[in-house]
């Protein structure tokens, strides 16, 4: 028998919990699992043993995108079937440390944020609602439209920094801007964003002229690593998705920035993708989409906050709400892939389609979750004494 089918009969034969069907590269089929099945995986080469070992989602997500491997059925709901199996996957991490070893510097974080963020707003445009927010929707009802559920998060996070007119408000990671456009309008304060992102600059600082904004908002390129030297001050500090692209060696020098320009009984609320458990993250997401990307665990944040005598004193987890935003994000890719294929060749989007539907799928099986934290520097007896304003 073939030794490379072999032994993926027998690493397939450990997935417990699922039913799909195998065509393997010379017309032989199996199925895994014992119930009726859900899809279908055809290969279309040999998954070399050695890459399966080294990193699972790696050698599979390579084969999908150059169009090895085919799938018959529904992508999230493939995804969302082998992950239930993710602790049978394996990853080599000493063999990876192209992948995972890289530098936290301020120029190569800022080569790896732009590689994502500057393929171009026209791209992000067609996916994204008009908003242009590429972070976790917040889904009042079942039935609103992914706008709508923007402006929710947006409006849920303004209530939650508790504003008003003439406070100052920093946006870490600000993208294009969103969040501060609405937080000039509805409560008139002064905001600054930050971005290493020159396209959601060039984007953010148009729309602030379009709006007549200048004397509320401004935006600059500008590192988390320079406001320790800015002297900048502020009554509020948020950040939203930005997080996952500081590293974790360098978690603590974030907070003593963010606690270097937020005023004493100062608000900072912190958005982000979390981890249950302390990793060095996937090696085909650093790879391919969120290169030095890694996830935060919820503890290891409160455990820095504390050290900066900051209070936690509202935690929210928004996990499926970002399994919906992505599965909305999805619906909108597909729906227009003729666009998008004028843009892009087929294998950056067999790429994105299924960073798409398997980080849906990732937050479906509390792989990883999505947090707002939102911290008071020191003892502020001035705050409501309940949340109800957060929800008005």
Known sequence: MDLEK??????????????????????????????????????????????????TTLAFGEAYMKGDIEIEGDLFTVFDELLKCIDEFSTNFGALTKIFGGSTSMKKQKEEVTSHYDIGNDFYKIWLDDTLSYSCAYFKKCDDTLHDAQMNKIHHILKKLNLSEGLSLLDIGCGWGGLLIEAAKLYKVKGLGITLSEEQYKAFKERIGRENLQDYIDVKIMDYRELSKSHLKFDRVVSVGMLEHVGRPNYDLFFKNVDSVLKKGGLFLLHYISGLQESEGDAWIKKYIFPGGVLPSFREIINISGDYKYHTIDVESLRLHYKKTLLMWAKNFDDNIDKIKTMFDDEFIRMWRMYLYACAAVFNNGIVDLHQILFVKGANNELPMTRDYMYK
Not at 7 to 15: A, E, H, I, V
Not at 16 to 29: L, M, T
Not at 48 to 53: E, F, M
Request: hydrophobic share 40%; no cysteine.
């Open 6 to 55: 072999s032994f993926l009969k027998t690493f397939l034969g450990k997935f417990k919990g699922v039913s799909f069907n195998v065509e393997f590269w010379d017309g032989d089929e199996v199925k895994v699992g014992e119930d009726n099945p859900k899809f279908k995986i055809i290969l279309h080469k040999p998954l070399k043993k050695k890459d399966i070992l080294t990193s």
